[in-house]
């Protein structure tokens, strides 16, 4: 008989598998199940040089993976001032003279994680950090990660002096030409990244690495990345061989509405690019924005009457562009946010058909039409959604996202019930650093639509809640099924890779307001303990 590994014994194993949804032990060999049952068949498997774990108080689960998360963006765009908990600019002048401290007189000021009602009466306008930074050049980043504020100093170094065109809806805001320090989209927040100073190589390694092992610390053994591109296939490798990868992770290559067909041809060879814990095969796409920089693309204007271009300029080209990767065997990835953009996505992916064994993906579905939600299962299409992206929303609709939908779309947000209940897949994430990735947080946003241990808040629209096995699911067997590895992964059966994510209690059980603070004692990818708590 071949010996385990690594067994994990006397614990409660909740293994998602319906042939045998229980177990009391698990042996591992090379990185995949090598048994699943009580103490003694696993017990049987080892000899004297398995490493066995006394799980006596553990509640080991499939493990748990992030299915849309920014890790390296993230990690580089969470330095500096946390300003997720700021709510008045009172609070936000204190947070950017006290980084400015820390930071010392010549240095560019960084923040990141505002929110848009911060600057509900104001609008969002340099004049209001000018003085907390005291004439430096500063970056504050929205917690969308697709808006900004800058300093006048940090618009004088990257020379913004007006408007400026773009080939997609990015824009330099302005007003009677002047630009006030807003930037909306990637292409005008990346004219000052580009002039901002730039970390050593090896601070930025330090900040990915650090970063991962904190995702290790609340669970997650994988990771659908969504920055991607071939830069991020050599970080993996670097990673992979130092021993620093301590996640799976999927790996797009993210295409946008100024590269050329030819750009995008040049890519199609990287399909196969992938390592021991990683892989590539997979094209990102971003078809709208947000709704709470007038960016989405909705069926109807806002209320506002914004809201109403696609991101990529031409949707003709953005199909085209996906019909090609598709063709080439690529999964495809898109981000829609507003009714018309998941649409036109659902649209393109019909038009392009998928190579045998696999589903194309939309990210967000912020809004969806009754007549669109039935076509994700139907046509095999992956709903990837964040609940907790909900976090600014007010029960009155009177937030950012709410007054811009207006009360009669408001009814169709995050339909994620609706979704999973169709008999569409559903995989959760979080879209950090737009979100929390902690998935006990979004774990108890998807079963409660608020936050966990807050009962007195109000929840967003409960009848979209899921269950706690739904949940679960989402973070498990529905994100692997949602990359075409349910015959992998997502569940605790022999044969299957060896992640698994062990709680003090099963978070199925458990109350979803006491999820944020459930204890995760241990983490294991591929067969290899990445966390343990002493």
Known sequence: MTAADLAVVEDRVHTLDPAQPRATAVAVREGRILAVGDDATVRAYCDRHTQIIDGRGLALVPG?????????????????????GVTTLHELHDALIAERRRCGPDAWIRGWGLTFELFSETGIHSSLI????????AFLGFFDGQTAVVSPAALAAAKITGPVAFEDQSAVVCRDGVPTGELQEWGAIALVQQVMPEPTDDERYGWYVDALRRMNRVGLTGLHAMDGSPAEF?????LEAAGDLSVRMVMPLWQKPDMTLDEMQAQLPLRGEHGHLWRGSVAKFFIDGVVESGTAWLIDPDTRGECRLPYWPDPRAYTQAVALFAG??????????????????????RAAGAAPGVRHRIEHIEQLQDADLPRFAAEQVVASMQPLHMHAFR????????????????????RCADLRRSGAILALGSDWMVA??????????????????????APVLPEQALTPTETLEGYTIEAARAISEEHLSGRIRVGYRADLTAFAEDPVDLDADELPELPVLMTIVDGRVVHRTA
Not at 130 to 137: S, T
Not at 395 to 414: I, L, M, N, Y
């Open 436 to 457: 929390n990735f902690d998935p006990r947080i979004g774990m108890a946003w998807a079963r409660l639509r608020r936050p966990g241990g807050q009962p007195e808040r």
């Open 64 to 84: 748990l993976v992030d299915a849309h998360i920014h890790p390296f963006m993230g990690a580089e765009r969470t330095q500096g001032a946390d300003l997720t």
């Open 395 to 414: 029960p009155d609709g009177s937030d950012e996202w709410g007054s811009r939908v207006g009360p009669e779309r408001r009814v169709r947000a995050f």
């Open 234 to 238: 050599e970080l993996l490798r670097r």
């Open 328 to 349: 080439a065997g690529f999964q495809c990835v898109t981000h829609a946010v507003g009714d018309r953009a998941v649409r036109c996505a659902l649209d393109a992916y």
């Open 130 to 137: 000018e003085e907390a930074v005291g004439g430096q050049p």
